[in-house]
Protein backbone atom coordinates (compact mmCIF):
# COMPACT_ATOMS: atom_id res chain seq x y z
CA UNK A 1 0.00 0.00 0.00
CA UNK A 2 3.14 2.14 0.63
CA UNK A 3 4.07 2.24 -3.00
CA UNK A 4 0.37 2.96 -3.95
CA UNK A 5 -0.16 6.23 -1.50
CA UNK A 6 3.34 7.29 -2.75
CA UNK A 7 2.74 7.07 -6.05
CA UNK A 8 -0.76 8.88 -5.81
CA UNK A 9 1.59 11.38 -4.00
CA UNK A 10 3.75 12.11 -6.19
CA UNK A 11 1.14 12.27 -9.31
CA UNK A 12 -1.12 14.13 -7.96
CA UNK A 13 0.92 16.17 -6.02
CA UNK A 14 2.84 17.28 -8.95
CA UNK A 15 -0.61 17.74 -11.16
CA UNK A 16 -1.96 20.23 -8.16
CA UNK A 17 0.47 22.40 -8.36
CA UNK A 18 -1.31 24.80 -10.53
CA UNK A 19 -4.00 24.66 -7.41
CA UNK A 20 -1.77 26.05 -4.92
CA UNK A 21 1.38 27.30 -6.16
CA UNK A 22 0.38 28.57 -9.76
CA UNK A 23 2.76 31.61 -9.21
CA UNK A 24 5.50 29.54 -8.51
CA UNK A 25 5.31 27.26 -11.12
CA UNK A 26 4.90 30.09 -13.83
CA UNK A 27 8.44 31.53 -12.18
CA UNK A 28 9.81 27.99 -12.27
CA UNK A 29 8.66 27.65 -15.79
CA UNK A 30 10.04 30.51 -16.71
CA UNK A 31 13.56 30.71 -15.32
CA UNK A 32 14.59 26.60 -16.31
CA UNK A 33 12.57 27.12 -19.92
CA UNK A 34 9.23 25.52 -20.80
CA UNK A 35 11.14 22.54 -22.80
CA UNK A 36 12.48 22.16 -19.13
CA UNK A 37 9.75 22.41 -17.41
CA UNK A 38 7.52 19.55 -19.34
CA UNK A 39 10.79 17.38 -19.34
CA UNK A 40 10.97 17.23 -15.75
CA UNK A 41 6.95 16.93 -15.07
CA UNK A 42 6.72 14.17 -17.59
CA UNK A 43 9.41 12.52 -16.05
CA UNK A 44 8.13 13.20 -12.62
CA UNK A 45 4.45 12.25 -14.07
CA UNK A 46 5.59 9.00 -15.39
CA UNK A 47 7.22 7.60 -12.39
CA UNK A 48 4.25 8.51 -10.13
CA UNK A 49 1.78 6.64 -12.55
CA UNK A 50 4.23 3.93 -12.38
CA UNK A 51 4.17 3.57 -8.89
CA UNK A 52 0.44 3.71 -8.55
CA UNK A 53 0.12 0.93 -11.18
CA UNK A 54 2.64 -1.40 -9.23
CA UNK A 55 1.61 -0.45 -6.03
CA UNK A 56 -2.45 -0.98 -7.05
CA UNK A 57 -1.09 -4.53 -8.40
CA UNK A 58 0.64 -5.35 -5.21
CA UNK A 59 -2.31 -4.26 -3.19
CA UNK A 60 -4.61 -6.42 -4.70
CA UNK A 61 -2.57 -9.30 -4.01
CA UNK A 62 -4.07 -9.06 -0.35
CA UNK A 63 -6.59 -6.58 -0.63
CA UNK A 64 -8.48 -5.31 2.61
CA UNK A 65 -12.43 -5.29 2.10
CA UNK A 66 -13.37 -1.74 3.68
CA UNK A 67 -17.64 -2.71 2.47
CA UNK A 68 -19.09 -4.64 -0.23
CA UNK A 69 -21.03 -3.03 -2.47
CA UNK A 70 -24.57 -3.80 -3.41
CA UNK A 71 -24.92 -5.55 -6.84
CA UNK A 72 -26.37 -2.38 -8.60
CA UNK A 73 -23.85 -0.11 -7.73
CA UNK A 74 -21.73 -2.57 -10.96
CA UNK A 75 -24.53 -0.91 -13.51
CA UNK A 76 -24.59 2.95 -11.79
CA UNK A 77 -21.09 2.81 -11.92
CA UNK A 78 -20.92 1.39 -16.00
CA UNK A 79 -23.18 4.45 -17.10
CA UNK A 80 -20.97 6.68 -15.01
CA UNK A 81 -18.23 5.33 -17.21
CA UNK A 82 -20.06 6.04 -20.28
CA UNK A 83 -20.72 9.27 -19.02
CA UNK A 84 -16.94 10.15 -18.44
CA UNK A 85 -15.99 8.60 -21.52
CA UNK A 86 -18.35 11.67 -23.21
CA UNK A 87 -16.70 14.23 -20.96
CA UNK A 88 -13.31 12.97 -21.86
CA UNK A 89 -14.26 13.09 -25.23
CA UNK A 90 -15.40 17.21 -25.19
CA UNK A 91 -12.44 17.70 -24.10
CA UNK A 92 -10.56 16.75 -27.21
CA UNK A 93 -13.63 17.30 -30.24
CA UNK A 94 -13.80 21.30 -31.19
CA UNK A 95 -16.69 22.91 -30.91
CA UNK A 96 -18.87 20.93 -29.02
CA UNK A 97 -21.50 22.27 -26.81
CA UNK A 98 -20.26 20.23 -23.35
CA UNK A 99 -17.12 22.08 -23.52
CA UNK A 100 -18.54 25.15 -24.32
CA UNK A 101 -21.14 25.21 -21.09
CA UNK A 102 -19.20 22.91 -18.91
CA UNK A 103 -15.09 24.30 -19.47
CA UNK A 104 -13.16 21.79 -18.64
CA UNK A 105 -14.83 18.64 -19.19
CA UNK A 106 -11.17 16.77 -19.03
CA UNK A 107 -11.72 16.89 -15.29
CA UNK A 108 -15.70 16.54 -15.08
CA UNK A 109 -14.04 13.56 -16.90
CA UNK A 110 -12.07 12.20 -14.50
CA UNK A 111 -14.44 13.22 -11.49
CA UNK A 112 -17.24 11.10 -12.54
CA UNK A 113 -14.64 7.84 -13.27
CA UNK A 114 -13.35 8.50 -9.72
CA UNK A 115 -16.99 8.17 -8.71
CA UNK A 116 -17.94 5.40 -10.90
CA UNK A 117 -15.14 3.40 -9.77
CA UNK A 118 -15.15 4.25 -6.02
CA UNK A 119 -18.96 3.42 -5.48
CA UNK A 120 -19.03 0.42 -7.24
CA UNK A 121 -15.44 -0.86 -5.45
CA UNK A 122 -14.87 -1.22 -1.55
CA UNK A 123 -11.58 -2.27 -0.90
CA UNK A 124 -9.09 0.48 0.63
CA UNK A 125 -7.02 0.12 -2.22
CA UNK A 126 -9.90 1.38 -4.45
CA UNK A 127 -10.90 4.09 -1.88
CA UNK A 128 -7.19 5.36 -1.89
CA UNK A 129 -7.13 5.63 -5.91
CA UNK A 130 -10.51 6.85 -6.86
CA UNK A 131 -10.72 9.12 -3.65
CA UNK A 132 -7.68 10.39 -4.52
CA UNK A 133 -8.45 11.40 -7.81
CA UNK A 134 -11.97 12.23 -7.17
CA UNK A 135 -10.38 15.02 -4.11
CA UNK A 136 -8.53 16.27 -6.77
CA UNK A 137 -10.25 16.59 -9.82
CA UNK A 138 -12.77 18.24 -7.54
CA UNK A 139 -10.07 20.89 -5.96
CA UNK A 140 -9.24 21.35 -9.81
CA UNK A 141 -12.03 21.81 -11.53
CA UNK A 142 -12.47 24.87 -9.02
CA UNK A 143 -9.43 26.21 -9.27
CA UNK A 144 -9.63 25.93 -13.07
CA UNK A 145 -13.03 27.75 -13.07
CA UNK A 146 -11.86 30.31 -10.97
CA UNK A 147 -8.44 31.10 -13.08
CA UNK A 148 -10.75 31.24 -16.22
CA UNK A 149 -13.14 34.03 -14.35
CA UNK A 150 -9.99 35.97 -12.88
CA UNK A 151 -8.50 35.49 -16.67
CA UNK A 152 -11.63 36.73 -18.39
CA UNK A 153 -11.40 33.51 -20.41
CA UNK A 154 -14.36 32.43 -22.69
CA UNK A 155 -15.58 29.56 -24.42
CA UNK A 156 -16.93 29.63 -28.34
CA UNK A 157 -20.28 28.54 -28.23
CA UNK A 158 -20.70 24.48 -29.60
CA UNK A 159 -22.61 22.98 -32.79
CA UNK A 160 -25.09 20.22 -32.92
CA UNK A 161 -23.35 18.47 -34.93
CA UNK A 162 -19.94 18.33 -33.19
CA UNK A 163 -21.80 17.68 -30.00
CA UNK A 164 -23.50 14.85 -31.37
CA UNK A 165 -19.76 13.68 -32.72
CA UNK A 166 -18.66 13.92 -29.15
CA UNK A 167 -21.36 12.05 -27.77
CA UNK A 168 -21.01 9.15 -29.89
CA UNK A 169 -16.98 9.31 -30.17
CA UNK A 170 -17.62 9.22 -25.79
CA UNK A 171 -20.27 6.14 -25.56
CA UNK A 172 -18.23 3.97 -28.82
CA UNK A 173 -14.96 4.77 -26.54
CA UNK A 174 -16.88 3.68 -23.56
CA UNK A 175 -18.31 0.50 -25.07
CA UNK A 176 -14.44 -0.43 -26.38
CA UNK A 177 -13.00 0.05 -23.30
CA UNK A 178 -15.38 -1.99 -21.36
CA UNK A 179 -15.93 -4.70 -24.07
CA UNK A 180 -12.30 -5.39 -25.02
CA UNK A 181 -9.96 -3.70 -23.04
CA UNK A 182 -10.58 -3.12 -19.30
CA UNK A 183 -10.34 -6.93 -18.48
CA UNK A 184 -6.91 -6.92 -20.64
CA UNK A 185 -5.26 -3.51 -19.23
CA UNK A 186 -6.71 -3.77 -15.33
CA UNK A 187 -8.00 -7.35 -15.27
CA UNK A 188 -11.28 -6.63 -14.17
CA UNK A 189 -14.26 -7.63 -16.53
CA UNK A 190 -17.05 -4.80 -16.42
CA UNK A 191 -19.98 -7.23 -17.52
Known sequence: MTILILGLIIFLGLHSIRIVAEDWRNATRARIGAN??????SVISITGFVLIVWGYSLARQAPVVIWVPPPFTRHLAALLAVIAFVFIAAAYIPRNSIK????????LGIKTWA?????????????????GFLIWSVLLFRASRQRDRA??????????AATAFTVAAGVAGAAMFALWLHAPL????PF
Request: charged share 10%.
Open 36 to 41: AWKGLY
Open 186 to 189: IGVR
Open 151 to 160: NGVTYPPGSS
Open 100 to 107: ARLHHPMT
Open 115 to 131: LAHLIANGTLHDILLFG
